[in-house]
């Protein structure tokens, strides 16, 4: 699959128009492609961005129709889309659960455990060569701002330097059919990636640990956003991570 064939898949997997074959034909390039993984970025800022202006103005669908002309590329990726997509099985119960694509809607425990099996899958692919980092740097100041603009919501990143957590970098990632932010850390020679995501709920959850092939999961969720930390150190060392993060992020959210 080549990048322009992608980039029109995009839209259909953002808007949960493809079937499960296309839509692992799409995520097997997604997840080896820097350039599509923007692309996927800003095709969902772009829905977002239209789905909070429905809600604020409850838009005429008059007005709706003028404000998606307006988008650039918007006509012509949806003509060529129809037609790249004729004959495509549709409605099927896959393209549904593509369709929410949200990390934050998470209702099932069988949704938490595909979940947290990409998550896996994405640690494992960011362990190859050059694929860690986007942005290398041991700077906070450099790696929060690197992530302005690519996703809906920037990650928190927090230098834990101090306290035996080492910042190397960030990345944009590919998870549960959609962009999302991780920060890379490192503890002795063992890498740490920190997935972001945003949520609906603005509740905070308990952390939980989990082991996924032989990797070590914590999960909670805290001021609107999902995170997972990902890693082959201990449960216990992974646990200290977070609780510090947590902590420093309190600490940054008074100062
Ligand atoms: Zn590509």
Redesign the pocket.
């Known amino acids: 699959m080549?990048?322009d064939e992608?980039?029109i898949l995009l839209h259909a997997l953002v808007d949960g128009e493809l079937d499960a074959g296309h839509i692992s034909e799409i995520e097997a390039?997604?997840a080896t492609?820097p350039?599509?993984i923007a692309?996927l970025a800003a095709i969902q800022q772009m829905r977002d961005a239209i789905a909070v202006a429905d809600l604020k103005f409850t838009a005429p669908p008059r007005l709706r129709q003028r404000v998606e002309a307006a988008l650039p590329q918007t006509q012509p990726v949806a003509a060529s889309r129809r037609s790249l997509l004729k004959g495509f099985a549709m409605g099927s119960a896959v393209s549904a659960l593509a369709a929410t694509g949200l990390l934050g809607i998470v209702v099932s425990k069988d949704d938490q455990q595909r979940i947290e099996s990409e998550i896996v899958s994405a640690h494992l692919r960011s362990l190859q060569a050059g694929h860690l980092t986007d942005v290398i740097s041991t700077d906070q100041h450099t790696v929060k701002p690197w992530f302005n603009g690519k996703l809906d919501v920037s990650p928190p990143v927090i230098d834990l330097t101090a306290q035996g957590f080492t910042l190397i970098g960030g990345r944009l990632d590919y998870v549960d059919a959609r962009a999302i932010g991780a920060v890379v850390y490192r503890r002795r020679q063992h890498i740490i990636n920190l997935f972001v995501a945003q949520t609906a709920s603005t509740e905070r959850r308990a952390p939980r640990t989990d082991t996924i092939q032989g990797f070590n999961i914590r999960r909670w969720g805290e001021r609107g956003l999902n995170f997972w930390a990902v890693s082959d150190i201990g449960a216990d060392e992974l646990n200290e991570f977070g609780d510090k993060f947590e902590a420093a992020m309190r600490v940054n959210k008074e100062g």
């Open positions: 080549t990048c992608a980039e390039h997604v492609c350039r599509c692309e």
